[in-house]
């Protein structure tokens, strides 16, 4: 059989970083009730609204009026901080989540916010220790686990991140983004088959996942499978992938001349 010599399609694509901040832990309604729990509760309804309407800046500004009339409400630091969290004030937001934890030591939502902005901010060792004692309160926190993971992919600690994306599939077998990862790190740890596999699985869960075809034509090059990675290359760009590269790597590997296309 003609083999044709080939090379590598793009750098591997990036891999998935967790997403769960801005869905699974929204805001906290809140009902306090003491002799000022109208001003209290008036300012923190306020944010809440705010904030589910994207209005991020009013809901940070109300929710520090409300902390003015009583700073011991855990609720309203945690929300704050998810606030600054959507405006990219990590920075902002990791003091609230303390300050909610300074309250509540055990105060999951605070904890996983911590990691998770201690990760965006490239502090990815004190990431990964948020999310160890988050999951040392709660061993089967899905999110924490893939927070963890990302984390340790971050410090090229693929063993470990495989390890943690492998708990995150146990708890949620339908997580293709976690099934994606692992396989961007078996893929890395030169486990091509491993990461061919995974990357299978997240497209069974999702026909769409382009950078799933992406990489795992990527994969498939290192291990020959030339007709496979030009199967799954082509079929990552009519899902959309834009990518020079990719594109030229099709036009130069993937000519129809070749017999055994």
């Known amino acids: 059989m003609f083999h044709k010599a080939t090379r590598s399609l793009l750098s591997i694509f990036q891999i998935i970083q967790p997403i769960t901040m801005n869905v699974g832990y929204l805001l906290i309604t809140s009902s306090y009730s003491t002799v000022f729990a109208n001003d209290?509760?008036?300012?923190?309804?306020?944010?809440?609204?705010?904030?589910?309407?994207?209005?991020?800046?009013?809901?940070?500004?109300?929710?520090?009026?409300?902390?003015?009339?009583?700073?011991?409400?855990?609720?309203?630091?945690?929300?704050?901080?998810?606030?600054?969290?959507?405006?990219?004030?990590?920075?902002?937001?990791?003091?609230?989540?303390?300050?909610?934890?300074?309250?509540?030591?055990?105060?999951?939502?605070?904890?996983?916010?911590?990691?998770?902005?201690?990760?965006?901010?490239?502090?990815?060792?004190?990431?990964?220790?948020?999310?160890?004692?988050?999951?040392?309160?709660?061993?089967?926190?899905?999110?924490?686990?893939?927070g963890?993971?990302?984390?340790?992919?971050?410090?090229?600690?693929?063993?470990?991140?495989?390890?943690?994306?492998?708990?995150?599939?146990?708890?949620?077998?339908?997580?293709?983004?976690?099934?994606?990862?692992?396989?961007?790190?078996?893929?890395?740890?030169?486990?091509?088959?491993e990461a061919i596999s995974d990357y299978s699985k997240a497209i069974q869960i999702n026909n769409k996942y382009s950078e799933a075809f992406l990489n795992r034509s990527v994969s498939k090059t290192k291990i020959g499978d030339i007709k496979g990675a030009c199967k799954d290359a082509k079929k990552a760009k009519s899902l959309g992938f834009k990518g020079l590269e990719n594109d030229n790597w099709i036009k130069n590997n993937c000519s129809s001349r070749f017999k055994f296309f």
């Open 40 to 146: 209290f509760q008036t300012y923190f309804d306020k944010g809440f609204e705010k904030g589910e309407k994207g209005d991020y800046f009013g809901s940070i500004y109300d929710y520090t009026s409300a902390i003015e009339l009583n700073p011991n409400n855990v609720d309203a630091y945690y929300n704050r901080g998810w606030a600054k969290g959507q405006i990219n004030d990590h920075t902002g937001a990791i003091l609230d989540y303390q300050s909610a934890i300074n309250i509540d030591p055990s105060n999951e939502k605070a904890l996983y916010g911590l990691g998770y902005s201690k990760g965006k901010l490239g502090n990815y060792y004190g990431s990964i220790a948020e999310y160890t004692t988050l999951l040392n309160l709660n061993s089967q926190h899905e999110d924490a686990y893939f």
């Open 148 to 193: 963890r993971a990302w984390s340790k992919s971050k410090i090229r600690n693929s063993y470990g991140s495989i390890a943690d994306y492998t708990e995150v599939i146990k708890l949620n077998p339908n997580n293709g983004n976690a099934f994606y990862n692992r396989g961007l790190e078996k893929h890395n740890s030169s486990q091509y088959y």
